[in-house]
Structures are given as structure tokens and as C-alpha cells.
T-cell receptor, first 111, second 114 residues
Framework: GQQLNQSPQSMFIQEGEDVSMNCTSS?????WLWYKQDPGEGPVLLIA?????ELTSNGRLTAQFGITRKDSFLNISASIPSDVGIYFC???????????FGKGTLLTVNP | DAGVIQSPRHEVTEMGQEVTLRCKPI?????LFWYRQTMMRGLELLIY????????DSGMPEDRFSAKMPNASFSTLKIQPSEPRDSAVYFC????????????FGPGTRLTVL
């Protein structure tokens, strides 16, 4: 089946540092998404990418849809303590309802 | 808007018992999803409803799992009989149109089967 390889699994950084995480796959996707999940809550969508090569920003977050349609990255600039959480990539292929999720990146920010 | 509402938030039960998880989607949303999240397998789609009709239940692990959506404002996911390996967080999500930026997740139900 389709799989997303998300890395790194975890990151420990100092407040103010930039963060980068990525997802790769052997399959081609039409949509790439990035979510954040706080403890005890459901995932919340951060950025949606619908075109290959697309680069989108949302505040301090920037994400890109890889030109090959097989990968995506998420950057967080100038991290703050509230950035702590688990970040998931997700992708959709031909179906308009089925998402494949990465295993997540646990981000810890030390004040 | 209250968002997607799930109940209970936590459920602890013994193996063999029936478990029913409940979801109230956001008003006006016509698509509903049930997901399961575990450390080993991550987030997986169990079943997808559109206009209260199950469209894809290929993710339902086995016959012990069943889901219903009797109306646009309520859905249940039932496990009977429950087993320890069913322990996970179960999420409900809803959306009202094609486009993932309109999909919202509920807070989840953490199920522990002893």
C-alpha cells in the first residue's frame, strides 16, 4: 500500500531555532497536507498544498509540494514553546477522501 | 461552532465487552470519517460516509467493527466484542466539500481494552 516516510521522528530544539521536517514516498500524490496534533486533541490542519512545486506559507510555517509529487517539507522559523507537538504529513492520491498519514515528528522546544 | 464532538473522551473496558463510540459532526458537513491512531500504525482511515451513506469501509479491521450514520448529525462506531489490540485513540472528522482544508477532527476517544 501507499506509505509516507516522515523524518525525523523527533526533534529537540532551543527556542528561536528553525525547524525542518519532510515526508517522502515512492507513490505520486495530488495533495500534500501538514497537521499539528497537541496532546489529547485531534490533528489540526496547518497547510494544504495542491500543486506540484507549490510553496505556501502560514505565518512562521512554510511548506512545499515536491516537484516530483512524491515528497513535501515543512519549515518552522523562529520556534516558540507553543510549537511543541506532533507534526504529521498526509497525502491524497486520486481519491478525494482517502488520506495517507506519516508517522509524525515529535517536536520539543526548550525555552 | 462547537466543532466535531466525540464521546466518551476516555473509555476503559474489559475484553469481550461491547464498546460504542459516538460522534456529532459539524452542522452542515456532509462527509464523516472515522480514524484510528496507534503508535505502531499511526493514523488510519476506518470508514468514510458521504450524505450518511457508507462509501468506503475497507479500513474496518474486521467484522467486530461496525459503524452507522442514522442521520446527518450523528454517527457511531461499535466494537463487539472488544479485544486488547483495539486499544487506540479513535477520531471522528467531518467536512462539507471536496478540499481537505474543510476537514476538521474531533478531540478523539481514547479506548483501553483490558
Amino acid at each position: 500500500g501507499q506509505q509516507l516516510n516522515q523524518s525525523p521522528q523527533s526533534m529537540f530544539i532551543q527556542e528561536g531555532e528553525d525547524v525542518s521536517m519532510n515526508c517522502t514516498s515512492s507513490s505520486i500524490f495530488n495533495t500534500w497536507l501538514w497537521y499539528k496534533q497537541d496532546p489529547g486533541e485531534g490533528p489540526v490542519l496547518l497547510i494544504a498544498l495542491y500543486k506540484a512545486g507549490e510553496l505556501t506559507s502560514n505565518g512562521r510555517l512554510t511548506a512545499q509540494f515536491g516537484i516530483t509529487r512524491k515528497d513535501s517539507f515543512l519549515n518552522i522559523s523562529a520556534s516558540i514553546p507553543s510549537d511543541v507537538g506532533i507534526y504529521f504529513c498526509a497525502a491524497a492520491g486520486g481519491s478525494n477522501y482517502k488520506l495517507t498519514f506519516g508517522k509524525g515528528t515529535l517536536l520539543t522546544v526548550n525555552p | 461552532d462547537a466543532g466535531v464532538i466525540q464521546s466518551p473522551r476516555h473509555e476503559v473496558t474489559e475484553m469481550g465487552q461491547e464498546v460504542t463510540l459516538r460522534c456529532k459532526p459539524i452542522s452542515g458537513h456532509n462527509s464523516l470519517f472515522w480514524y484510528r491512531q496507534t503508535m505502531m500504525r499511526g493514523l488510519e482511515l476506518l470508514i468514510y460516509f458521504n450524505n450518511n451513506v457508507p462509501i468506503d469501509d475497507s479500513g474496518m479491521p474486521e467484522d467486530r467493527f461496525s459503524a452507522k450514520m442514522p442521520n446527518a448529525s450523528f454517527s457511531t462506531l461499535k466494537i463487539q466484542p472488544s479485544e486488547p489490540r483495539d486499544s487506540a485513540v479513535y477520531f471522528c472528522a467531518s467536512t462539507y466539500k471536496t478540499g481537505w482544508d474543510t476537514q476538521y477532527f474531533g478531540p478523539g476517544t481514547r479506548l483501553t481494552v483490558l
